[in-house]
């Protein structure tokens, strides 16, 4: 006759443990992200002499971020201001950049686009972002050697 009573013990002390690992969990959503603010960072590998700095200073309604980001190749001091755009869904972004002609003082015919992906926090933001350069011989800024995004605010 003990083993009917350990299979209720058992099930009792499961039932237990369930409860109790239940208590130290969160049900309740992660914190809204507010990605309305400017970010800083680059875009390529850290250190490469093909990477762009970027400054973007967005502002967040809904679920789109969007504003005008710079992006410098360092070694030629030439900016690209354009918009960037992100879809957000949860904590992944969809990217989108874009620098249309007339827009690089003396290139005139420069353009610059780019689809891409990235996951942020309030404070952080990392993905990739490959971009097109069109007609922007002598400008310095050419692709990236990596289409890695970095970006803090």
């Given at each position: 006759m003990r083993?009917?009573?350990?299979?209720?013990?058992v099930?009792?002390?499961?039932?237990?443990?369930?409860?109790l690992?239940?208590?130290?969990?969160?049900?309740?959503?992660?914190?809204?992200?507010d990605?309305?603010g400017?970010?800083?960072g680059?875009?390529g590998?850290?250190?490469?002499?093909?990477?762009?700095?970027?400054t973007w200073?967005?502002?967040?309604t809904g679920n789109?971020v969007?504003?005008i980001?710079?992006?410098?190749?360092?070694s030629f001091?030439?900016?690209?201001?354009g918009?960037?755009?992100?879809?957000?869904e949860?904590e992944?972004?969809?990217l989108?950049?874009?620098?249309p002609?007339?827009s690089i003082?003396g290139?005139?015919?420069?353009?610059?686009?780019?689809?891409?992906n990235a996951t942020a926090?309030n404070?952080?933001?990392t993905?990739?972002l490959?971009l097109m350069?069109t007609?922007?011989?002598?400008?310095?800024?050419e692709p990236?050697?990596?289409?890695?995004?970095?970006?803090?605010?």
């Amino acid at each position: 006759m003990r083993t009917p009573l350990r299979i209720p013990a058992v099930v009792c002390a499961a039932g237990l443990l369930a409860a109790l690992s239940a208590c130290g969990s969160s049900t309740s959503p992660s914190p809204r992200l507010d990605l309305t603010g400017t970010w800083s960072g680059l875009l390529g590998q850290q250190a490469s002499s093909t990477a762009l700095r970027i400054t973007w200073v967005a502002t967040h309604t809904g679920n789109v971020v969007s504003g005008i980001a710079t992006m410098v190749k360092p070694s030629f001091n030439v900016q690209a201001r354009g918009v960037m755009t992100g879809i957000i869904e949860g904590e992944r972004l969809i990217l989108t950049y874009a620098v249309p002609s007339d827009s690089i003082q003396g290139f005139s015919r420069c353009e610059i686009a780019g689809i891409g992906n990235a996951t942020a926090t309030n404070t952080s933001m990392t993905g990739t972002l490959p971009l097109m350069f069109t007609s922007c011989a002598g400008t310095g800024l050419e692709p990236p050697g990596s289409n890695e995004l970095r970006l803090t605010k």
